[in-house]
């Protein structure tokens, strides 16, 4: 079972920069696609971005891409989110899933583990 805990997230003003981190315990996070979903109030959590685990595969919504980059580090058991360029609709709760167990890697439904998230507020 692996376990996850998110951070990094904070009050930035519009146009300023954030790194959420996610580390993963309880099991290696390798060979899992990892990824970040949000979910801002009123709507459904939806995918931002996933990374592989051999390739280091990037995968983006269209709404961050030019933004946004994920990274991992398999050694300490982390994936990054670098924000920059925020703007006041990226406001959301941050979550990190892994286990991906297959389907559609922009789909909640493939990934077995999730974290409690971390609120990013980017004001105007």
């Known amino acids: 079972q692996v376990q996850l805990v998110e951070s990094g997230g904070e009050l930035v003003q519009a146009g300023g920069s954030l790194r959420l981190s996610c580390v993963a315990s309880?099991?290696?996070?390798?060979?899992?696609?990892m990824a970040w979903f949000r979910q801002a109030p009123g709507n459904e959590r939806e995918f931002v971005a996933a990374?592989?685990?051999?390739?280091?595969?990037?995968y983006y919504v269209d709404s961050v891409k030019g933004r946004f980059t994920i990274s991992r580090d398999n050694a300490k058991n982390t994936v990054y989110l670098q924000m920059n360029s925020l703007k006041p609709e990226d406001t959301a709760v941050y979550y990190c899933?892994?286990?991906?167990?297959?389907?559609?890697?922009?789909?909640?439904?493939?990934?077995?583990?999730w974290g409690q998230g971390t609120q990013v507020t980017v004001s105007s």
């Open positions: 990374i592989t685990w051999s390739d280091r595969r990037t």
């Open positions: 309880g099991r290696t996070i390798g060979p899992y696609t």
């Open positions: 899933a892994a286990d991906f167990s297959g389907g559609n890697i922009r789909e909640m439904r493939g990934y077995n583990a």
